[in-house]
């Protein structure tokens, strides 16, 4: 795996190795030796090695079947990885609680699907699980941060746009106080407007809150806007890791074509 200059210092920092987290108590996740086989024998995700600092929004791209989501959802178990392989503040998630992990490491899917009820029931879903009834301006505020004001409370899923819907869904992920968020094409069904809201958002929570954001995209323009560091996955490898404005300097043949093409 390649790391061209200036990439690195977000990975590492100035004590730093490629293997310790001792060294570097920023890295809020770290991946090591990330291995998946699918039933047939077809390689997914092939000895994937990676440090993801706090507070950063780092995007992840790729050709279609390079492994992309199976590494998203491997870093809050909606893909089981095996022990030792994936750590979230140094320590391993498979010792971690599943449900607690998941409200630290929230989720936002390509298409967003809402539980009946109204927005607010949706809002407070995370929380009423853990025995807390948010109040109505804890919603209120949950819909703001995630663009929405304040006319959207007692409106049904069906009412909803699908933007709208992606935004109801960003806050009942952050209903649940999560530490890191996950990405997975999450403005692909989405109007230009829709898009920038939600890309607003992400980089408004990162800046405020020190959010770690990790964010699949098939959008290269997207990755330039709002990242701060890019993962390259090739055929279940990290094959670079860059900062945006270097992406066209990757070095990978098929890397090459990929971002040509995309271009």
Not at 3 to 13: T, Y
Request: glycine share 8%; aromatic share 4%; net charge negative.
């Amino acid at each position: 795996m390649e790391i061209l200059p200036g990439a690195r210092e977000h990975l590492l920092g100035s004590n730093g190795n490629e293997n310790g987290f001792e060294e570097n108590p920023e890295i809020k996740i770290q991946v090591r030796g990330l291995t998946k086989v699918s039933e047939k024998g077809v390689s997914i995700l092939n000895n994937v090695n990676v440090d993801i600092p706090k507070g950063v929004i780092m995007g992840v791209i790729g050709p279609s079947g390079s492994g992309k989501s199976t590494f998203l959802r491997s870093l809050n178990r909606l893909w089981e990885p095996s022990s030792n392989s994936v750590f979230l503040d140094g320590h391993d998630i498979c010792d971690l609680d599943v449900l607690a992990l998941r409200r630290k490491i929230g989720m936002l899917f390509q298409i967003p699907v809402l539980f009946e009820g109204t927005v607010a029931d949706n809002v407070r879903y995370g929380p009423q699980l853990k025995g807390k009834k948010l109040s109505d301006n804890e919603v209120y505020k949950l819909l703001t941060l995630a663009d929405l004001d304040s006319s959207f409370f007692n409106k049904s899923g069906g009412e909803l746009s699908v933007g709208q819907a992606q935004r109801v869904a960003l806050a009942r992920t952050l209903a649940n106080e999560p530490e890191v968020l996950l990405l997975d094409e999450p403005t692909s069904a989405l109007d230009p407007i829709s898009t920038q809201n939600i890309e607003d958002v992400l980089v408004k929570l990162k800046r405020e809150q020190n959010m770690t954001i990790v964010m699949v995209s098939h959008s290269i323009k997207q990755i330039k806007r709002i990242a701060e560091i890019v993962c390259l996955l090739v055929n279940g490898e990290i094959v670079e890791i860059l900062k945006p404005d270097q992406l066209f300097e990757s070095k990978h043949p098929m890397a090459q074509r990929f971002l040509e093409l995309s271009s």
